[in-house]
């Protein structure tokens, strides 16, 4: 059948980080995971994290903060460029 659950990496579009415990909620509002690990990312200029979702929760997905929802862009790792170079 397959894990009921699985780690999908975000990125948010707003100055809000999402926090360890965070719900994230679908497009009904019903929680489907919550946040493992949420900070900010000078590199991107934007909050990014991990969040333990139910495997069916989809891709339109939004972190609840302080009763608040703020969209999730679902992306996969690494979160920031790989390769740097300075010349």
Do not use: H
């Not at 980080?17 to 990312?41: F, H, N, P």
């Amino acid at each position: 059948d397959g894990c009921a659950r699985a780690v999908q990496f975000f990125s948010i579009n707003d100055r809000r980080i999402a926090r360890e415990g965070t719900e994230i909620v679908d497009a009904s509002g019903t929680i489907r995971g919550r946040v493992l690990s949420g900070t900010y990312s000078p590199m991107r200029d934007r909050p990014i994290g991990s969040a333990l979702l139910d495997a069916d929760a989809g891709t339109s997905l939004s972190a609840r903060i302080r009763n608040k929802d703020y969209p999730l862009d679902l992306q996969a790792p690494p979160l920031v460029k790989t390769s740097l170079t300075n010349k």
